[in-house]
């Protein structure tokens, strides 16, 4: 399988750059995939969770308050007002689940969004 560039940068730096097979991104309007070759496209991003699938299959988690992404044929470029790395390349869940749900809370969107971008975070701190 083909894969693509992945970067999300918050206005403190990047939070993860590299080679991807697939991201789900928390849109306005709802989840959505991209996989490479996706067609080009401008997004709203809501509160919630980014799962990506690494080009070497490990799922990579990340939080986020807000933002926007740019997607092209072979890139996905997400800017994000605040993010928390949940899950790494490794598996390894972080100590800052807190910290990721605390980003979550306070993000000014719908209660929704929040309450299942939550909940995803919470079942990420169950299996630890």
């Not at 080009?40 to 690494?54: C, M, P, Q």
């Not at 949940?86 to 980003?103: N, Q």
């Amino acid at each position: 399988m083909s894969t693509m560039k992945l970067e999300i940068v918050t206005p403190d730096g990047v939070i993860y750059d590299g080679d991807i097979k697939m991201v789900t991104l928390p849109g306005k309007e709802g989840e959505f995939g991209v996989l490479p070759e996706h067609a080009s496209l401008v997004s709203l991003l809501d509160a919630g969770v980014i799962t990506i699938e690494n080009a070497n299959g490990h799922e990579i988690v990340v939080a986020i308050n807000s933002g926007y992404v740019k997607v092209d044929e072979n890139k996905v470029s997400c800017i994000a007002d605040g993010a928390v790395l949940i899950k790494d390349e490794e598996g390894t869940i972080s100590d800052r689940l807190d910290e990721a749900k605390e980003l979550l809370q306070k993000a000014q969107t719908s209660d929704v969004a929040i309450a299942t971008a939550v909940g995803k975070v919470e079942n990420i701190k169950k299996s630890m």
